[in-house]
């Protein structure tokens, strides 16, 4: 967890150097300047934590879901940054808002320093390619986008994209089969609530799907089926 933890140590000590002039936001656009070159596997792991809870955050699942999509597909592509439409890139965080991120990111990191070291060999290397993870996070981000008012909606795609991350920045076997194991379950999870949506519009209807009420009985179904 080395280099991950000094970057986000690094960047914590940054903006409180900042605190002293006062500086209320930056640029998501500076932001990924700062993180080079790794800057989409450590900027997926700072947007991705505050979804860990289990608890949706329905209106910031979506942005944030659409943001680490394109990371994704930037990182798939073997861009830059700089390809980042000029509006994404000059999209303003509060800096308070970084600072909380980063502190609840670096104890993430730290309860998972309890993981085992284990060395890729040549052929895992494969598997934990920036390009294959980076599809990895595309799909959970465009899962973790979907405004679903169910427990685990978020944090399940979450969790996969922080391991994806992981997998791209630390050299740990482990992180890699998480990444994996959590592709799997976000497959089996939302493929469910597919198949439990279907059930419900074949015996109630689409209205009733997406009321309030057939949502809370989408809900329930995902009880009884886990």
């Known amino acids: 967890m080395n280099a991950s933890l000094q970057r986000i140590r690094a960047l914590q000590a940054l903006l ?3 605190s002293e002039q006062e500086k209320p936001h930056h640029t998501l656009g500076e932001l990924l300047v700062f993180l080079e070159p790794i800057e989409f596997a450590l900027a997926g792991l700072l947007f991705s934590t505050p979804f860990l809870q289990p608890v949706p ?3 910031l699942s979506t942005p944030f879901g659409g943001v680490l999509a394109a990371l994704g597909l930037l990182q798939v592509l073997g861009l830059g940054q700089a390809a ?3 509006r994404i890139r000059n999209r303003p965080i509060e800096t308070a808002t970084i600072k909380k991120i980063l502190m609840y990111c670096e104890k993430i990191l730290l309860s998972l320093e309890k993981i085992p070291h284990w060395n890729l060999g040549s052929r895992e290397r494969i598997l934990a390619h920036p390009r294959v993870l980076g599809w990895h996070i595309v799909f959970m981000a465009l899962m973790l986008a979907l ?4 427990p685990f ?10 391991f994806s991350c992981l997998a791209m920045i630390e050299n740990n076997g482990f992180f890699v089969v ?3 194991a ?3 379950a976000n497959v089996f999870f939302f493929g469910a609530l597919v198949y439990l949506g279907i059930r419900i519009v074949m015996s109630e209807g689409v209205r009733h799907l ?3 009420e057939g949502l809370g009985h989408l809900s329930e179904l995902m009880k009884n089926l886990f």
């Open 210 to 212: 997406f009321s309030i």
């Open 153 to 162: 909606s978020n944090s399940i795609p979450a969790w996969g994209i922080v």
């Open 178 to 180: 998480f990444s994996y």
């Open 57 to 59: 955050l329905l209106g």
């Open 84 to 86: 980042l439409p000029k």
């Open 16 to 18: 409180s150097k900042e």
């Open 147 to 150: 405004p679903l008012p169910i």
């Open 182 to 184: 959590f592709l799997v």
